[in-house]
């Protein structure tokens, strides 16, 4: 037997869980995504199968959630809040910064896959405005000189 | 049970638990056993204090001693000083740091607190949401009990509409009326409801019910289930809010344990489960129709109204919809009778509103007043007014459905007419405080950006009416302006709100129309004297040296195009056709010689 039945253990075992529930497919898609990293088209087809439809409905919503990844994200996952209070705290310039620093544009992920950098919705956190998260890390209070010396810390 | 002398309150919303106050909970465990104190001293992890802005807040009881911005290096001094020799830490103080008197105020008596009135937020910071024996000392779920055991459906929703209860969550519609509604379609399956997809950047309130108060949520839902005949029920929950999915699912084990969710309640016959979905990022999915069509597990579209949901909602089954703050006042409303609801409040909208305050100001946090307290009092008395010194400009309220409120309108009482006659909206809660610093046309822009972005793409003036006013307020931000925008602009969002499908269209453009309203000479400079009036705008300002450089030399080497010029000791000159406006000169000028105009 091939490593391909291997690999697809887990989604097989959240695709069993789900599939009688009403509405099951957000709950399979967001938990293979957990495991996975991502919803390559790859996994996307094996739960479009499983779940007993189409690959073009799981791509639909797979495209419509903001939360959705069809690309693997890179090690460290920085996301910069774009709430209002964030925004009217010069969270724009911690951003810029990021994206200058890594020489990235926002959206997208280092060559060497140890960063990814994104603008995210409101945290919820406002009261720290503005505020970014590395992986589940949270900063608050930050300022674009402050920049460096936070990704220092996860630099390999 | 166990007896303790002293409390220490832990505040362990998400504004703390980001500044760190899991580490404070576990230094004081490691702190209370080295001192021998963990028999007398409980420490507590509650749900969020509302003043996030001195996180991590730590309270000390039976004193109500308000620690703030509490760090790991205090903890020794709190156990040693305060818990084992009764000597409190003064410079711990908030008062201590926050003006020059070291007066220990308990909680009532700081101005942050004196103003408010707490019904949604009861028990956030005084209970701990992971534990439901303290939600039952606090009356919990004893409205449930009333309703199962003493009153019949119909009375339950009688109760809710004579209070006047009004949906929280933006729209403003009665609640006890939607119920009704609801328990008119006939139908064997019917579903409850909670709409805890927060998706107004800037509002936080229902997070920190979700997170400080959980059960509150699980029992108003049975009690909207008991009046509406349905025995199922869904919250739909951000999925950036983790600490409250977690502590609601424990929340429904341990009610479900209890006997107080699940088959037969109390013995009454009455059963009813609830089950937690999340969502996946879409900020439509906050509108109900598309929220329900998200449950099922599709694209988040919403769809036209009627049928409406009371008729055929979720699994196309008569469905009931609420947000979470509104239900948070259901238990309270059953308890303590409608009559007492309405005396608080005004006579169209009873009762209270929390506000998530943030920005330009020096309380950020949550807030609970009464319907019709004018916004200064909540942005002075309890807001504490503008940071730095510096002027108020606008509070920007009803996220990006709302508008921007100017100064001379800050006596108007906040209700829900009274803001919609603005030009605003009551919103969900979110209340943005902008200073002089912040340019109203670049805020307009930045809403847009988010509703163009949000938009599910369903109908044609949502999807392309107000992409093509990002575009016009892209222009104007960048310079390019031209005679006759402000009046296409005027014209498209015009049309937008008479022929968008759903709420989030219909009110996307209200930022761009609000801001026209009251900041028109603002466009006005954009668009003719190609000048930001707040110098926000990056391509209409330019970085000036004045006449307090000492001609130190670092902003020229800190100049990344060198665009300055001059000799040591000589005022500098910049550029202006070389500079880039990076601002890296102002940052690295240490004698503020550096403007923008």
């Known amino acids: 037997m091939c490593d391909c039945q291997n690999a697809y253990a887990e989604l097989d075992a959240i695709i069993l869980r789900h599939k009688d529930e009403p509405g099951g497919l957000m709950p399979v898609m967001q938990e293979a995504q957990n495991a996975y990293g991502a919803l390559t088209m790859d996994i996307q087809q094996r739960i479009a199968d499983g779940m007993g439809t189409t690959l073009s409905e799981v791509y639909g919503v797979a495209t419509f959630y903001a939360q959705f990844a069809l690309e693997k994200k890179g090690k460290h996952v920085i996301s910069v809040c774009m709430g209002t209070a964030c925004y009217v705290k010069g969270a724009q310039a911690v951003l810029d910064k990021l994206a200058e620093y890594l020489e990235i544009p926002v959206g997208s992920t280092t060559s060497d896959g140890q960063f990814t950098l994104q603008a995210t919705r409101c945290l919820g956190a406002c009261g720290l405005a503005p505020v970014m998260t590395v992986n589940d890390e949270v900063f608050g209070r930050v300022t674009p000189d402050q920049v460096a010396g936070i990704l220092d810390k996860f630099q390999d | 049970m166990e007896y303790y002398r002293s409390h220490v309150l832990v505040c362990g919303g998400t504004g703390c638990t980001s500044s760190g106050s899991a580490t404070l909970l576990k230094l004081l465990d490691e702190k209370l056993a080295e001192y021998g104190l963990e028999k007398e001293v409980k420490p507590i992890r509650t749900g969020c204090f509302g003043l996030c802005e001195a ?28 818990l084992l020799k009764g000597r409190v830490v003064k410079r711990l103080l908030h008062h201590a740091k926050q003006a020059e008197t070291a007066v220990d105020l308990s909680l009532d008596e700081m101005p942050f607190y004196k103003h408010q009135t707490r019904v949604a937020l009861r028990n956030c910071g005084v209970i701990s949401p992971e534990n439901i024996d303290e939600y039952l000392a606090f009356d919990g779920y004893k409205a449930l009990e009333k309703c199962l055991l003493h009153m019949t459906p119909q009375e339950v929703t009688a109760t809710v509409i004579a209070s006047g209860l009004r949906g929280r969550g933006g729209g403003g519609f009665p609640t006890g009326i939607k119920w009704q509604l609801a328990s008119k379609s006939e139908s064997p399956v019917k579903y409850i409801i909670c709409n805890a997809d927060e998706g107004d950047p800037g509002a936080f309130m229902d997070r920190s019910v979700l997170e400080g108060d959980p059960h509150s949520v699980l029992e108003a839902m049975t009690i909207a289930g008991y009046a509406i005949g349905a025995h199922e029920g869904y919250i739909y929950v951000r999925a950036e809010y983790p600490i409250a999915v977690k502590r609601l699912e424990i929340a429904i084990e341990q009610a479900k344990g209890y006997g107080l969710l699940g088959e037969n309640i109390l013995e009454s016959g009455f059963s009813f489960d609830i089950h937690i979905r999340l969502g996946a990022g879409a900020f439509v999915c906050g509108e109900e129709t598309a929220l329900m069509v998200s449950i099922e597990g599709r694209r988040g579209e919403p769809h036209p109204k009627p049928p409406f949901p009371a008729v055929k909602g979720l699994f196309d089954m008569p469905s009931n919809i609420n947000n979470v703050e509104t239900l948070a006042n259901i238990p309270p409303i059953i308890n303590k009778g409608p009559e007492w609801f309405r005396s608080m409040g005004t006579e169209k909208s009873p009762g209270t509103k929390v506000f998530a305050l943030g920005g330009k100001i020096n309380n950020t946090g949550l807030v609970e007043v009464p319907m019709g307290t004018p916004l200064r009092t ?161 391509a209409l300002l330019e970085y000036v040296i004045g ?51």
């Open chain 2, 547 to 597: 006449p307090d450089c000492r001609g130190c030399t670092a902003c020229m080497k800190a100049c990344p195009v060198g665009a300055i010029t001059g000799e040591p000791k000589v005022v500098h000159h910049i550029n202006p056709d070389k500079c880039i406006r990076c601002g890296a000169c102002q940052t690295k000028c240490r004698f503020g010689a550096i403007s923008r105009q």
């Open chain 2, 378 to 538: 909540v942005i002075y008395d309890i807001g504490g007014g503008i940071p730095g010194g510096k002027q108020f400009k606008a509070v920007q309220t009803g996220g990006p459905s709302g508008g921007c409120i100017p100064a001379e309108l800050l006596d108007v009482p906040i209700e829900y007419d009274s803001l919609t006659a603005i030009g605003s909206m009551m919103g969900s809660g979110g209340m943005i405080v902008m200073d002089e610093d912040n340019c109203m046309v670049d805020i307009a822009r930045f809403f847009l950006d988010f509703t163009v972005d949000e938009s599910c793409g369903k109908c044609t003036p949502c999807r392309i009416g107000t992409k093509r006013m990002l575009e016009i307020l892209d222009r104007i931000v960048s310079g390019k302006g031209e005679e006759g925008d402000i009046e296409k602009l005027e014209k498209l969002a015009e049309t937008i709100k008479a022929t968008a499908l759903c709420g989030l269209g219909q009110t996307a453009p209200n930022p761009v129309l609000s801001t026209l309203r009251f900041f028109r000479h603002e466009y006005e400079a954009h668009i003719r004297d190609k000048k930001c009036p707040a110098h926000h705008c990056r």
């Open chain 2, 55 to 82: 996180g991590p807040v730590v309270i000390v009881y039976p004193e109500g001693t308000f620690y703030s911005r509490v760090t790991p290096r205090d903890i020794d001094e709190i156990v040693s000083e305060h």
